[in-house]
């Protein structure tokens, strides 16, 4: 933000027009357009093949996008770019079983950073501050496949973190968490203060932790606006196989 | 994988031994096993002297003995070979209660069991007093082929994940009736079994992106540091030196 070139709101992720194919030939994106600001918490709202994971796939260069662009505060995702890119991009994938690789919990929370070239003392205080957001840090030497799934899924968050990244990206965050993990996990993320693109066919914890939620359907945006309002809407949620639990209103959940 | 955070062979311990770095470690038992092979299989004496080199480093290390009398049944595969030798061997025979024996099968039946089992008790002693994630440090600090001690590594992390992944077929198989009587089952075993291949490969795939997302540019990065002082290569090296010894002056003595 001290750059000259950007003024007013600092835009985190710009997406532009982002088509992609699977080279089977399926067509998982038909132009995606969104646009993040600085320290904004988004849902990215959407029932299973949407192109939900294809889309954020994108975001640090995983899959190269067919046509269109998408940009990274500022930075646009090209090859040579992307050891850059994968330090702005945080991603959290869905099942922590594939994000935790290492040994034991300090040398996964370490992979990242390491590969960025810290070392010695500023890489151990890195590792600490990273578990210690997501209050962990007495895991630290142990083995990831001894941690419970929730406690697994916090540690992947941060591993991610360590990167200091510029935006979080998190895949399906509230699978298979039982509820006192899911709410652990709420806590943890909304007290980061950093920008946030949250994937999920979970409406409650959309509304619970983002002001503003984005819905993709068959590969397009269908809809963007307050998470609230957009839950109140029950046709828009049909119409994209979107549907809030038995019995819950928005309305009766108050931030 | 209640059992606690060690692996099944690592013996917890705050030994000399267990101190030393891994790489000084694992040096000393490819020394021993070198030493072992070198030495004229006529040479009994020699042999006793290395069984009495392990038996002091085990008693340094407090792995109980009963502890490496179960572990090395994985000797056993070479235990039956050898015992067929003698009587399958050709050449000189001798009667031994009855029965006639070749002596040069019975000499390269001895071979092999002592050297075998020399080895086997080195390797034992290895890996109860070193953990395994310390044992691929130190083979990453020995300049091994980085693909390799990566490769090792993976398998530390997912043996877990992917044993977990077949119990669970297994149990769906059977909760849905299936019981593996006899061959005619194998179908349906081989089918599981390359279901879980699939799901591993996959997995793989997966986890290589995940490590891409975070940097990953074909090296581990090297954070480690495992000093190895000139002291601890020097204890280190005291068995095979002694073993080489051995094995030398038996030489000299044939
Ligand atoms: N590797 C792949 N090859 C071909 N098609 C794929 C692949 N991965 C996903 N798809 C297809 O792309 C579409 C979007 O999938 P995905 O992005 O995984 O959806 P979501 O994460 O929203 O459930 C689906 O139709 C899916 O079948
Ligand atoms: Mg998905």
Redesign the pocket.
Known sequence: MTSGAESGTAVSLQVSGLAYA???G?Q?LFGVDLTITRGERVALL??????????VMHLNGILTAGHGTVEVAGLPVRSDTLREIRRRVGLVFQDPDDQLFMPTVREDVAFGPANLGLRGAELDRRVRDALDRVGMLEAMDRPPHHLSFGQRRRVAVATVLAMEPEILVL?EPSSNLDPASRRELAEILRNLDVTVLM?THDLPYALELCERSLI?SE?VIAADGPTRSLLADDELLAAHRLELPYGFAPSAHPR | MSAGHHHALYVPGDTPVHRLPPQCKLIAALGFAVAVVATPREAWGAFAVDALLLAVVAVVARIPPGMVLRRMVIEVPFVLFAVAIPFIGLGERVEVLGVSLSLPGLWAAWNILAKATLGVVASILLAATTEPRAMLLGAERLRLPSLLVQIAMFMLRYMSVILDQARRMRIARESRGFVARDIRQAPVLARSAGALFIRSYERGERVHLAMLSRGYTGQMPAVHDLPASGRQWGAAAVLPVLALTTALIARSLA
Request: charged share 15%; aromatic share 6%.
């Open positions: 699977y080279p089977d399926t998982a959407g029932p299973n093949g949407a192109g939900k994971t294809t889309l895949d994937v993709l590969g």
